[in-house]
């Protein structure tokens, strides 16, 4: 039998752990190749090479041209690749998963599938940004209100240690400029949270539109995750740039935000904040079937059975 033509697709046994990658690399006006595993940046000032296997997330801003080989190679590597608009704020595409295995998918789709499941998940998120707070008992329409006073606070706070002048968050995606500058670096901010958090998501197999706050959109499941840690990383920083005055509001935050990622472990815990969410019994565990190419049938009474086997006698 011949060959399959083309390169043959990275090993996921030889691929970086999820938790262990960088968390979003951002590049504009270069072309992009592929040398081996390495993917190459290309600008008058010379190339950049960069293991696809240690990056997360690749945003390709305004300016890029990519070949069809960086793009197979970012996607072998489970990385994922974003296509963004001026400023970083439009989101276009994702790479494939580090994982074969359905099992987080499945435990999602059960989890988001009946309310009562959907708003236990919803009070284990509350409760990681509430600390000490007690959100057992509080329906929806409570986390949402607390949610919301806790927001208008850190907005409120931030204002006053940075003295930025705030009003609200106001901002459209079609005209980014025309925010005030604490909403622009906001939005630039949470662009690459959003896309990190993606990253995150689709490595480990979930469903980034099975939300369990959000719904009824794509990503809403990246919006529950990255609202997980707005307050922490993605506010501060907004209104630290803002208070600066940089002339470019955009380039600047996505620079802060990458240094307030970088050695505090951000894909790690991310990783492990999903599974403690989905699966709170696997969260400290590896998958063991990351790499197993297994493919099952399913059956009423809940074992799986090998696919590929002629079931005939069963008629």
Known sequence: MADIPGAPPVPLSHLTR???RISFLYLEHCVIHRDANAITAQDQR???HIPAATISTLLLGP????????IVLLAESGATAVWVGEHGVRYYAHGRTLTRSSRLLEVQ????STDSSRLRVARHMYAMRFPGEDTSGLSMQQLRGREGARVRRLYRENAERTGVAWKRRDYSPDDFAGGTLVNQALSAANTCLYGAAHAAIVALGCAPGLGFVHTGHIRSFVFDIADLYKAE???PVAFDIAAAGYADIGAETRRAFRDRLRGNNFMDRCVRDIRNLLNPEDAGTEDTDITADIVQLWDY???????GTSYEDEL
């Open 63 to 70: 300016g890029t041209t990519v070949s069809q080989q960086a």
């Open 233 to 235: 990383l993605t506010i």
């Open 301 to 307: 009474d809940g074992t799986p059975l090998p696919s």
């Open 18 to 20: 999820a938790q262990d």
């Open 46 to 48: 010379g190339t950049v």
């Open 109 to 112: 789709a059960v989890l988001v």
